[in-house]
């Protein structure tokens, strides 16, 4: 209750009596004002008071203000007045008061400070009642006027299911109107399989007395049913006792055909997201994935509760991490679209850049729930535009390169013209012919090798295989080069092996090799310099070396100097750069032939050397193929032991191998090949990269660790095949790597090719 209506209003006729009456009352801890005339009491009762508090004196004119200012209250009010006179009752002023301000109880004076107490409370809760009658006159209208203007059927019950009350809402949901529906059972508006479910939750109410909710059926005047959600509610008399029931109704047909059709969205739209071949996900409000498609879960090989919330982080590169989450945090504080480029990880350990799209969601109100984001893997596109970007900026080079290179022979050629026709001795004609021999010879070698570079590349190339010697094509690919070497006055050394050394290869191309890394190390090497030329027996292989003091390559070129249109050195001063395509043609033609090349630099001014390694025809081979049976030859029986988690590849492969006459034994997991390794100790190892728990290169490091193992040859089996993978499988400690499914006859060539002497 607000202070301004207990508090004690009082009238005194001096200050000192207002000032000790304060005094007393404040005491007994009673809220008092002291008013200083009949306008001030007035313009108080109108804010609200509890008790009136007057004596004789301020009331001897009789004050007809103080009269009207009573006479003007509410109907629930009747202030209470006291009046302190000096006669009680029989006072004149007490008879004009009792006559005039109505609710006046007199006090005798002088009076008691505990008789003035004890009548003031009594005249405050006297008021506190009226203010109370008040409240409850005020809330039964209120309560009325709300229950018949709600939108909700609101029904009151007899204990017994009779309906007692009936307002418009209810009579708008159901079409009854209140003469219909008053006195009536409330089961008629209940389908009977529902109506046994309505009387179990009167009987819980009854049980646990708190309101009972739930959604059931209805129905309306026309049968036809009606979605409803129910309140059921006690209602008590003043003892506690129940009475009666109330029953709030709600429509909610319109929220159940919403959220039937929010749930046949939803089911379409993750029909429609798992058959989507890119990445999608949800979050919420607070920023946390909730959803993943199968293509997300699918490409990073984790389940549903490892990727929630921020756990799908876990798979960002660790140099993208922080890039990545703080573009999604900035849009999601702004609700704002985004997209963002980072790498993640898939499922077998390989980084792949994603292309990430998030858009904010909102639900029909506006109001903010979350992100939907789609995730395209873009790998292949960033690769193939930094391809384009390397090809273009190649592309230029090289028309750069060509169009110098065609000058530089026809510019001495134009020359020469001229001078043929203006000289008449016979020596300077002489030497100018022999120029212009030499110059169109360096045109003829640049279209030759342009012509070169484009059947290679469109696979027009075939090789003219047969026995021949290296010493001879050496030699010829030196006298090729001879007129460049003698012209920069290098001294060239030559150290082959004086057995011969038999290939199976086409001349022809080979010298192609040889005269090319040759030419390239007499033009990048200063006038008098040293090449040498050797060439070494290995284990089934050759090895032949070019080897210069020259200007050398830096490192970061050493990777790059066979591809295409590369050149190491494009000074101005470097008169024979040629067009950057001699080495790129050597890798080719020597891959052709089974081999490889590759180049060793101890960087700018240290020389470089190129080593081709070319396979050398063995007996094995030779009889393998004149035999021609597929089977095993005798006495070329291995101890080999296949690991492999896919059961059909590890068991079909055991078979092929055991009808070649070879022992075979086979573990379907990393730790078991380790463990029968040890127990079987096989000539050769046949391990699958990829598979659970101890993978491929780990099974490998282990078989290396093992002691007496060390001779085991291991052959990695897998169906990852990029430089990057041999290059691990080699550091793992892999003799050789085969490409799923592997060449039968590539693999029987390996198992013959293991020496005894190995230790196998």
């Avoid at 109108?46 to 007057?54: F, H, K, Q, S, T």
């Avoid at 570079?453 to 010829?476: C, D, F, M, Q, Y």
């Avoid at 060793?600 to 190129?610: C, N, R, T, V």
Wanted: with cysteine; hydrophobic share 45%.
């Amino acid at each position: 209750m607000p202070t301004a209506n207990v508090r004690i209003l009082m009238l005194a006729p001096t200050g000192a009596d207002a000032r000790v009456g304060a005094r007393v009352l404040e005491d007994a801890a009673m809220s008092c004002h002291a008013c200083a005339d009949i306008s001030e009491l007035c313009r108080e009762i109108g804010r609200g008071a509890g008790v009136v508090l007057l004596t004789e004196e301020s009331i001897v004119e009789q004050p007809q203000p103080l009269v009207e200012a009573l006479a003007g209250q509410a109907p629930w009010s009747d202030l209470p007045v006291l009046l302190l006179a000096d006669y009680g009752a029989d006072a004149a002023a007490a008879a004009w008061a009792m006559d005039m301000l109505g609710n006046v109880t007199v006090l005798d004076r002088p009076v008691r400070v505990a008789t003035l107490v004890s009548a003031l409370r009594t005249a405050l809760r006297a008021r506190r009642r009226q203010y109370e009658l008040r409240d409850h006159l005020e809330n039964s209208s209120l309560l009325a006027a709300i229950v018949q203007s709600s939108d909700d059927a609101i029904i009151g019950q007899s204990l017994d299911g009779i309906i007692r009350s009936w307002n418009a809402g209810a009579e708008r949901l159901f079409g009854y109107p209140v003469a219909e529906a008053l006195g009536r059972p409330l089961a008629f508006l209940l389908p009977v399989e529902r109506q046994a479910a309505d009387v179990a939750a009167l009987a819980r109410l009854k049980i646990i007395g708190r309101a009972e909710r739930f959604e059931t059926v209805f129905l309306d005047k026309d049968d036809q049913s009606v979605d409803v959600a129910v309140t059921l509610s006690a209602v008590r008399d003043v003892t506690g006792a129940a009475m009666g029931v109330s029953r709030i109704v709600r429509d909610i047909g319109d929220r159940k055909r919403a959220e039937a059709a929010i749930r046949e969205s939803e089911a379409r739209f993750r029909l429609m997201a798992d058959a989507a071949p890119v990445l999608i996900w949800l979050s919420d409000r607070t920023g946390g994935c909730a959803w993943f498609n199968r293509s997300w879960l699918e490409f990073t090989g984790r389940s549903f509760l490892e990727e929630q919330g921020d756990g799908w982080t876990k798979g960002v590169h660790p140099d993208d991490l922080e890039r990545g989450v703080a573009a999604y945090l900035e849009a999601f504080a702004r609700h704002e679209p985004f997209m963002v480029e980072y790498r993640l990880r898939r499922y077998d350990g390989e980084y792949r850049w994603l292309l990430n799209t998030g858009r904010p969601l909102y639900d029909p109100r506006g109001a903010f729930i979350g992100y939907i984001g789609s995730g395209l893997d873009i790998t292949e596109r960033r690769d193939a535009a930094e391809l384009l970007q390397e090809a273009d900026r190649r592309k230029d080079e090289f028309l750069a390169t060509l169009g110098h290179e065609l000058r530089n022979p026809l510019s001495p050629i134009r020359n020469g013209l001229h001078i043929l026709r203006l000289s008449q001795d016979p020596a300077a004609r002489e030497r100018l012919v022999g120029m212009m021999e030499r110059q169109v010879d360096h045109l003829v070698r640049l279209v030759d090798d342009l012509l070169e570079v484009s059947r290679i590349s469109r696979g027009k190339i075939e090789l003219r295989r047969e026995r021949v010697e290296l010493g001879p094509i050496v030699h010829s690919a030196i006298e090729a080069c001879r007129p460049l070497l003698q012209q920069e006055g290098h001294e060239l050394v030559v150290d082959l092996p004086s057995e011969p050394i038999v290939l199976d290869a086409d001349a022809v191309r080979l010298v192609q090799v040889v005269a090319n890394l040759v030419n390239n190390a007499a033009k990048y090497t200063e006038p008098g310099g040293s090449i040498r030329v050797a060439a070494r027996l290995g284990d089934g292989e050759v090895g032949l070396s070019v080897l210069d003091n020259g200007v050398g390559i830096p490192p970061e070129m050493l990777p790059s100097v066979f591809e295409m249109f590369a050149q190491v050195n494009r000074t101005l001063g470097r008169s024979q750069g040629g067009l950057g395509i001699g080495l790129a043609l050597v890798r080719h033609l020597v891959g052709l032939h089974g081999g490889s090349v590759e180049a060793h630099s101890g960087g700018d001014g240290k020389g470089s050397e190129f080593v081709v390694r070319l396979p050398l025809p063995t007996v094995r081979t030779r009889m393998a193929k004149a035999d021609g049976n597929g089977t095993a030859l005798a006495g070329a029986s291995r101890r080999v032991l296949v690991v492999d988690d896919n059961a059909d590849a590890a068991e079909s492969l055991a078979q092929l191998l055991a009808l070649k006459g070879h022992e075979v034994r086979v573990a379907y997991d990393g730790l078991s090949g380790v463990e029968l390794a040890h127990v079987f100790e096989p000539d050769v190892v046949l391990l699958d990269i990829g598979m659970p728990g101890l993978d491929g290169y780990a099974v490998a490091r282990r078989l290396r660790e093992q002691d007496g193992r060390r001779g085991v040859r291991l052959i990695a089996l897998t169906g990852y095949g990029q430089l990057d993978d041999r290059r691990r499988a080699q550091e793992a400690g892999f003799d050789d790597h085969l490409v799923k499914p592997p060449d039968v006859a590539t693999l029987e060539q390996m198992l013959h090719a293991i020496e005894a002497s190995a230790g196998l």
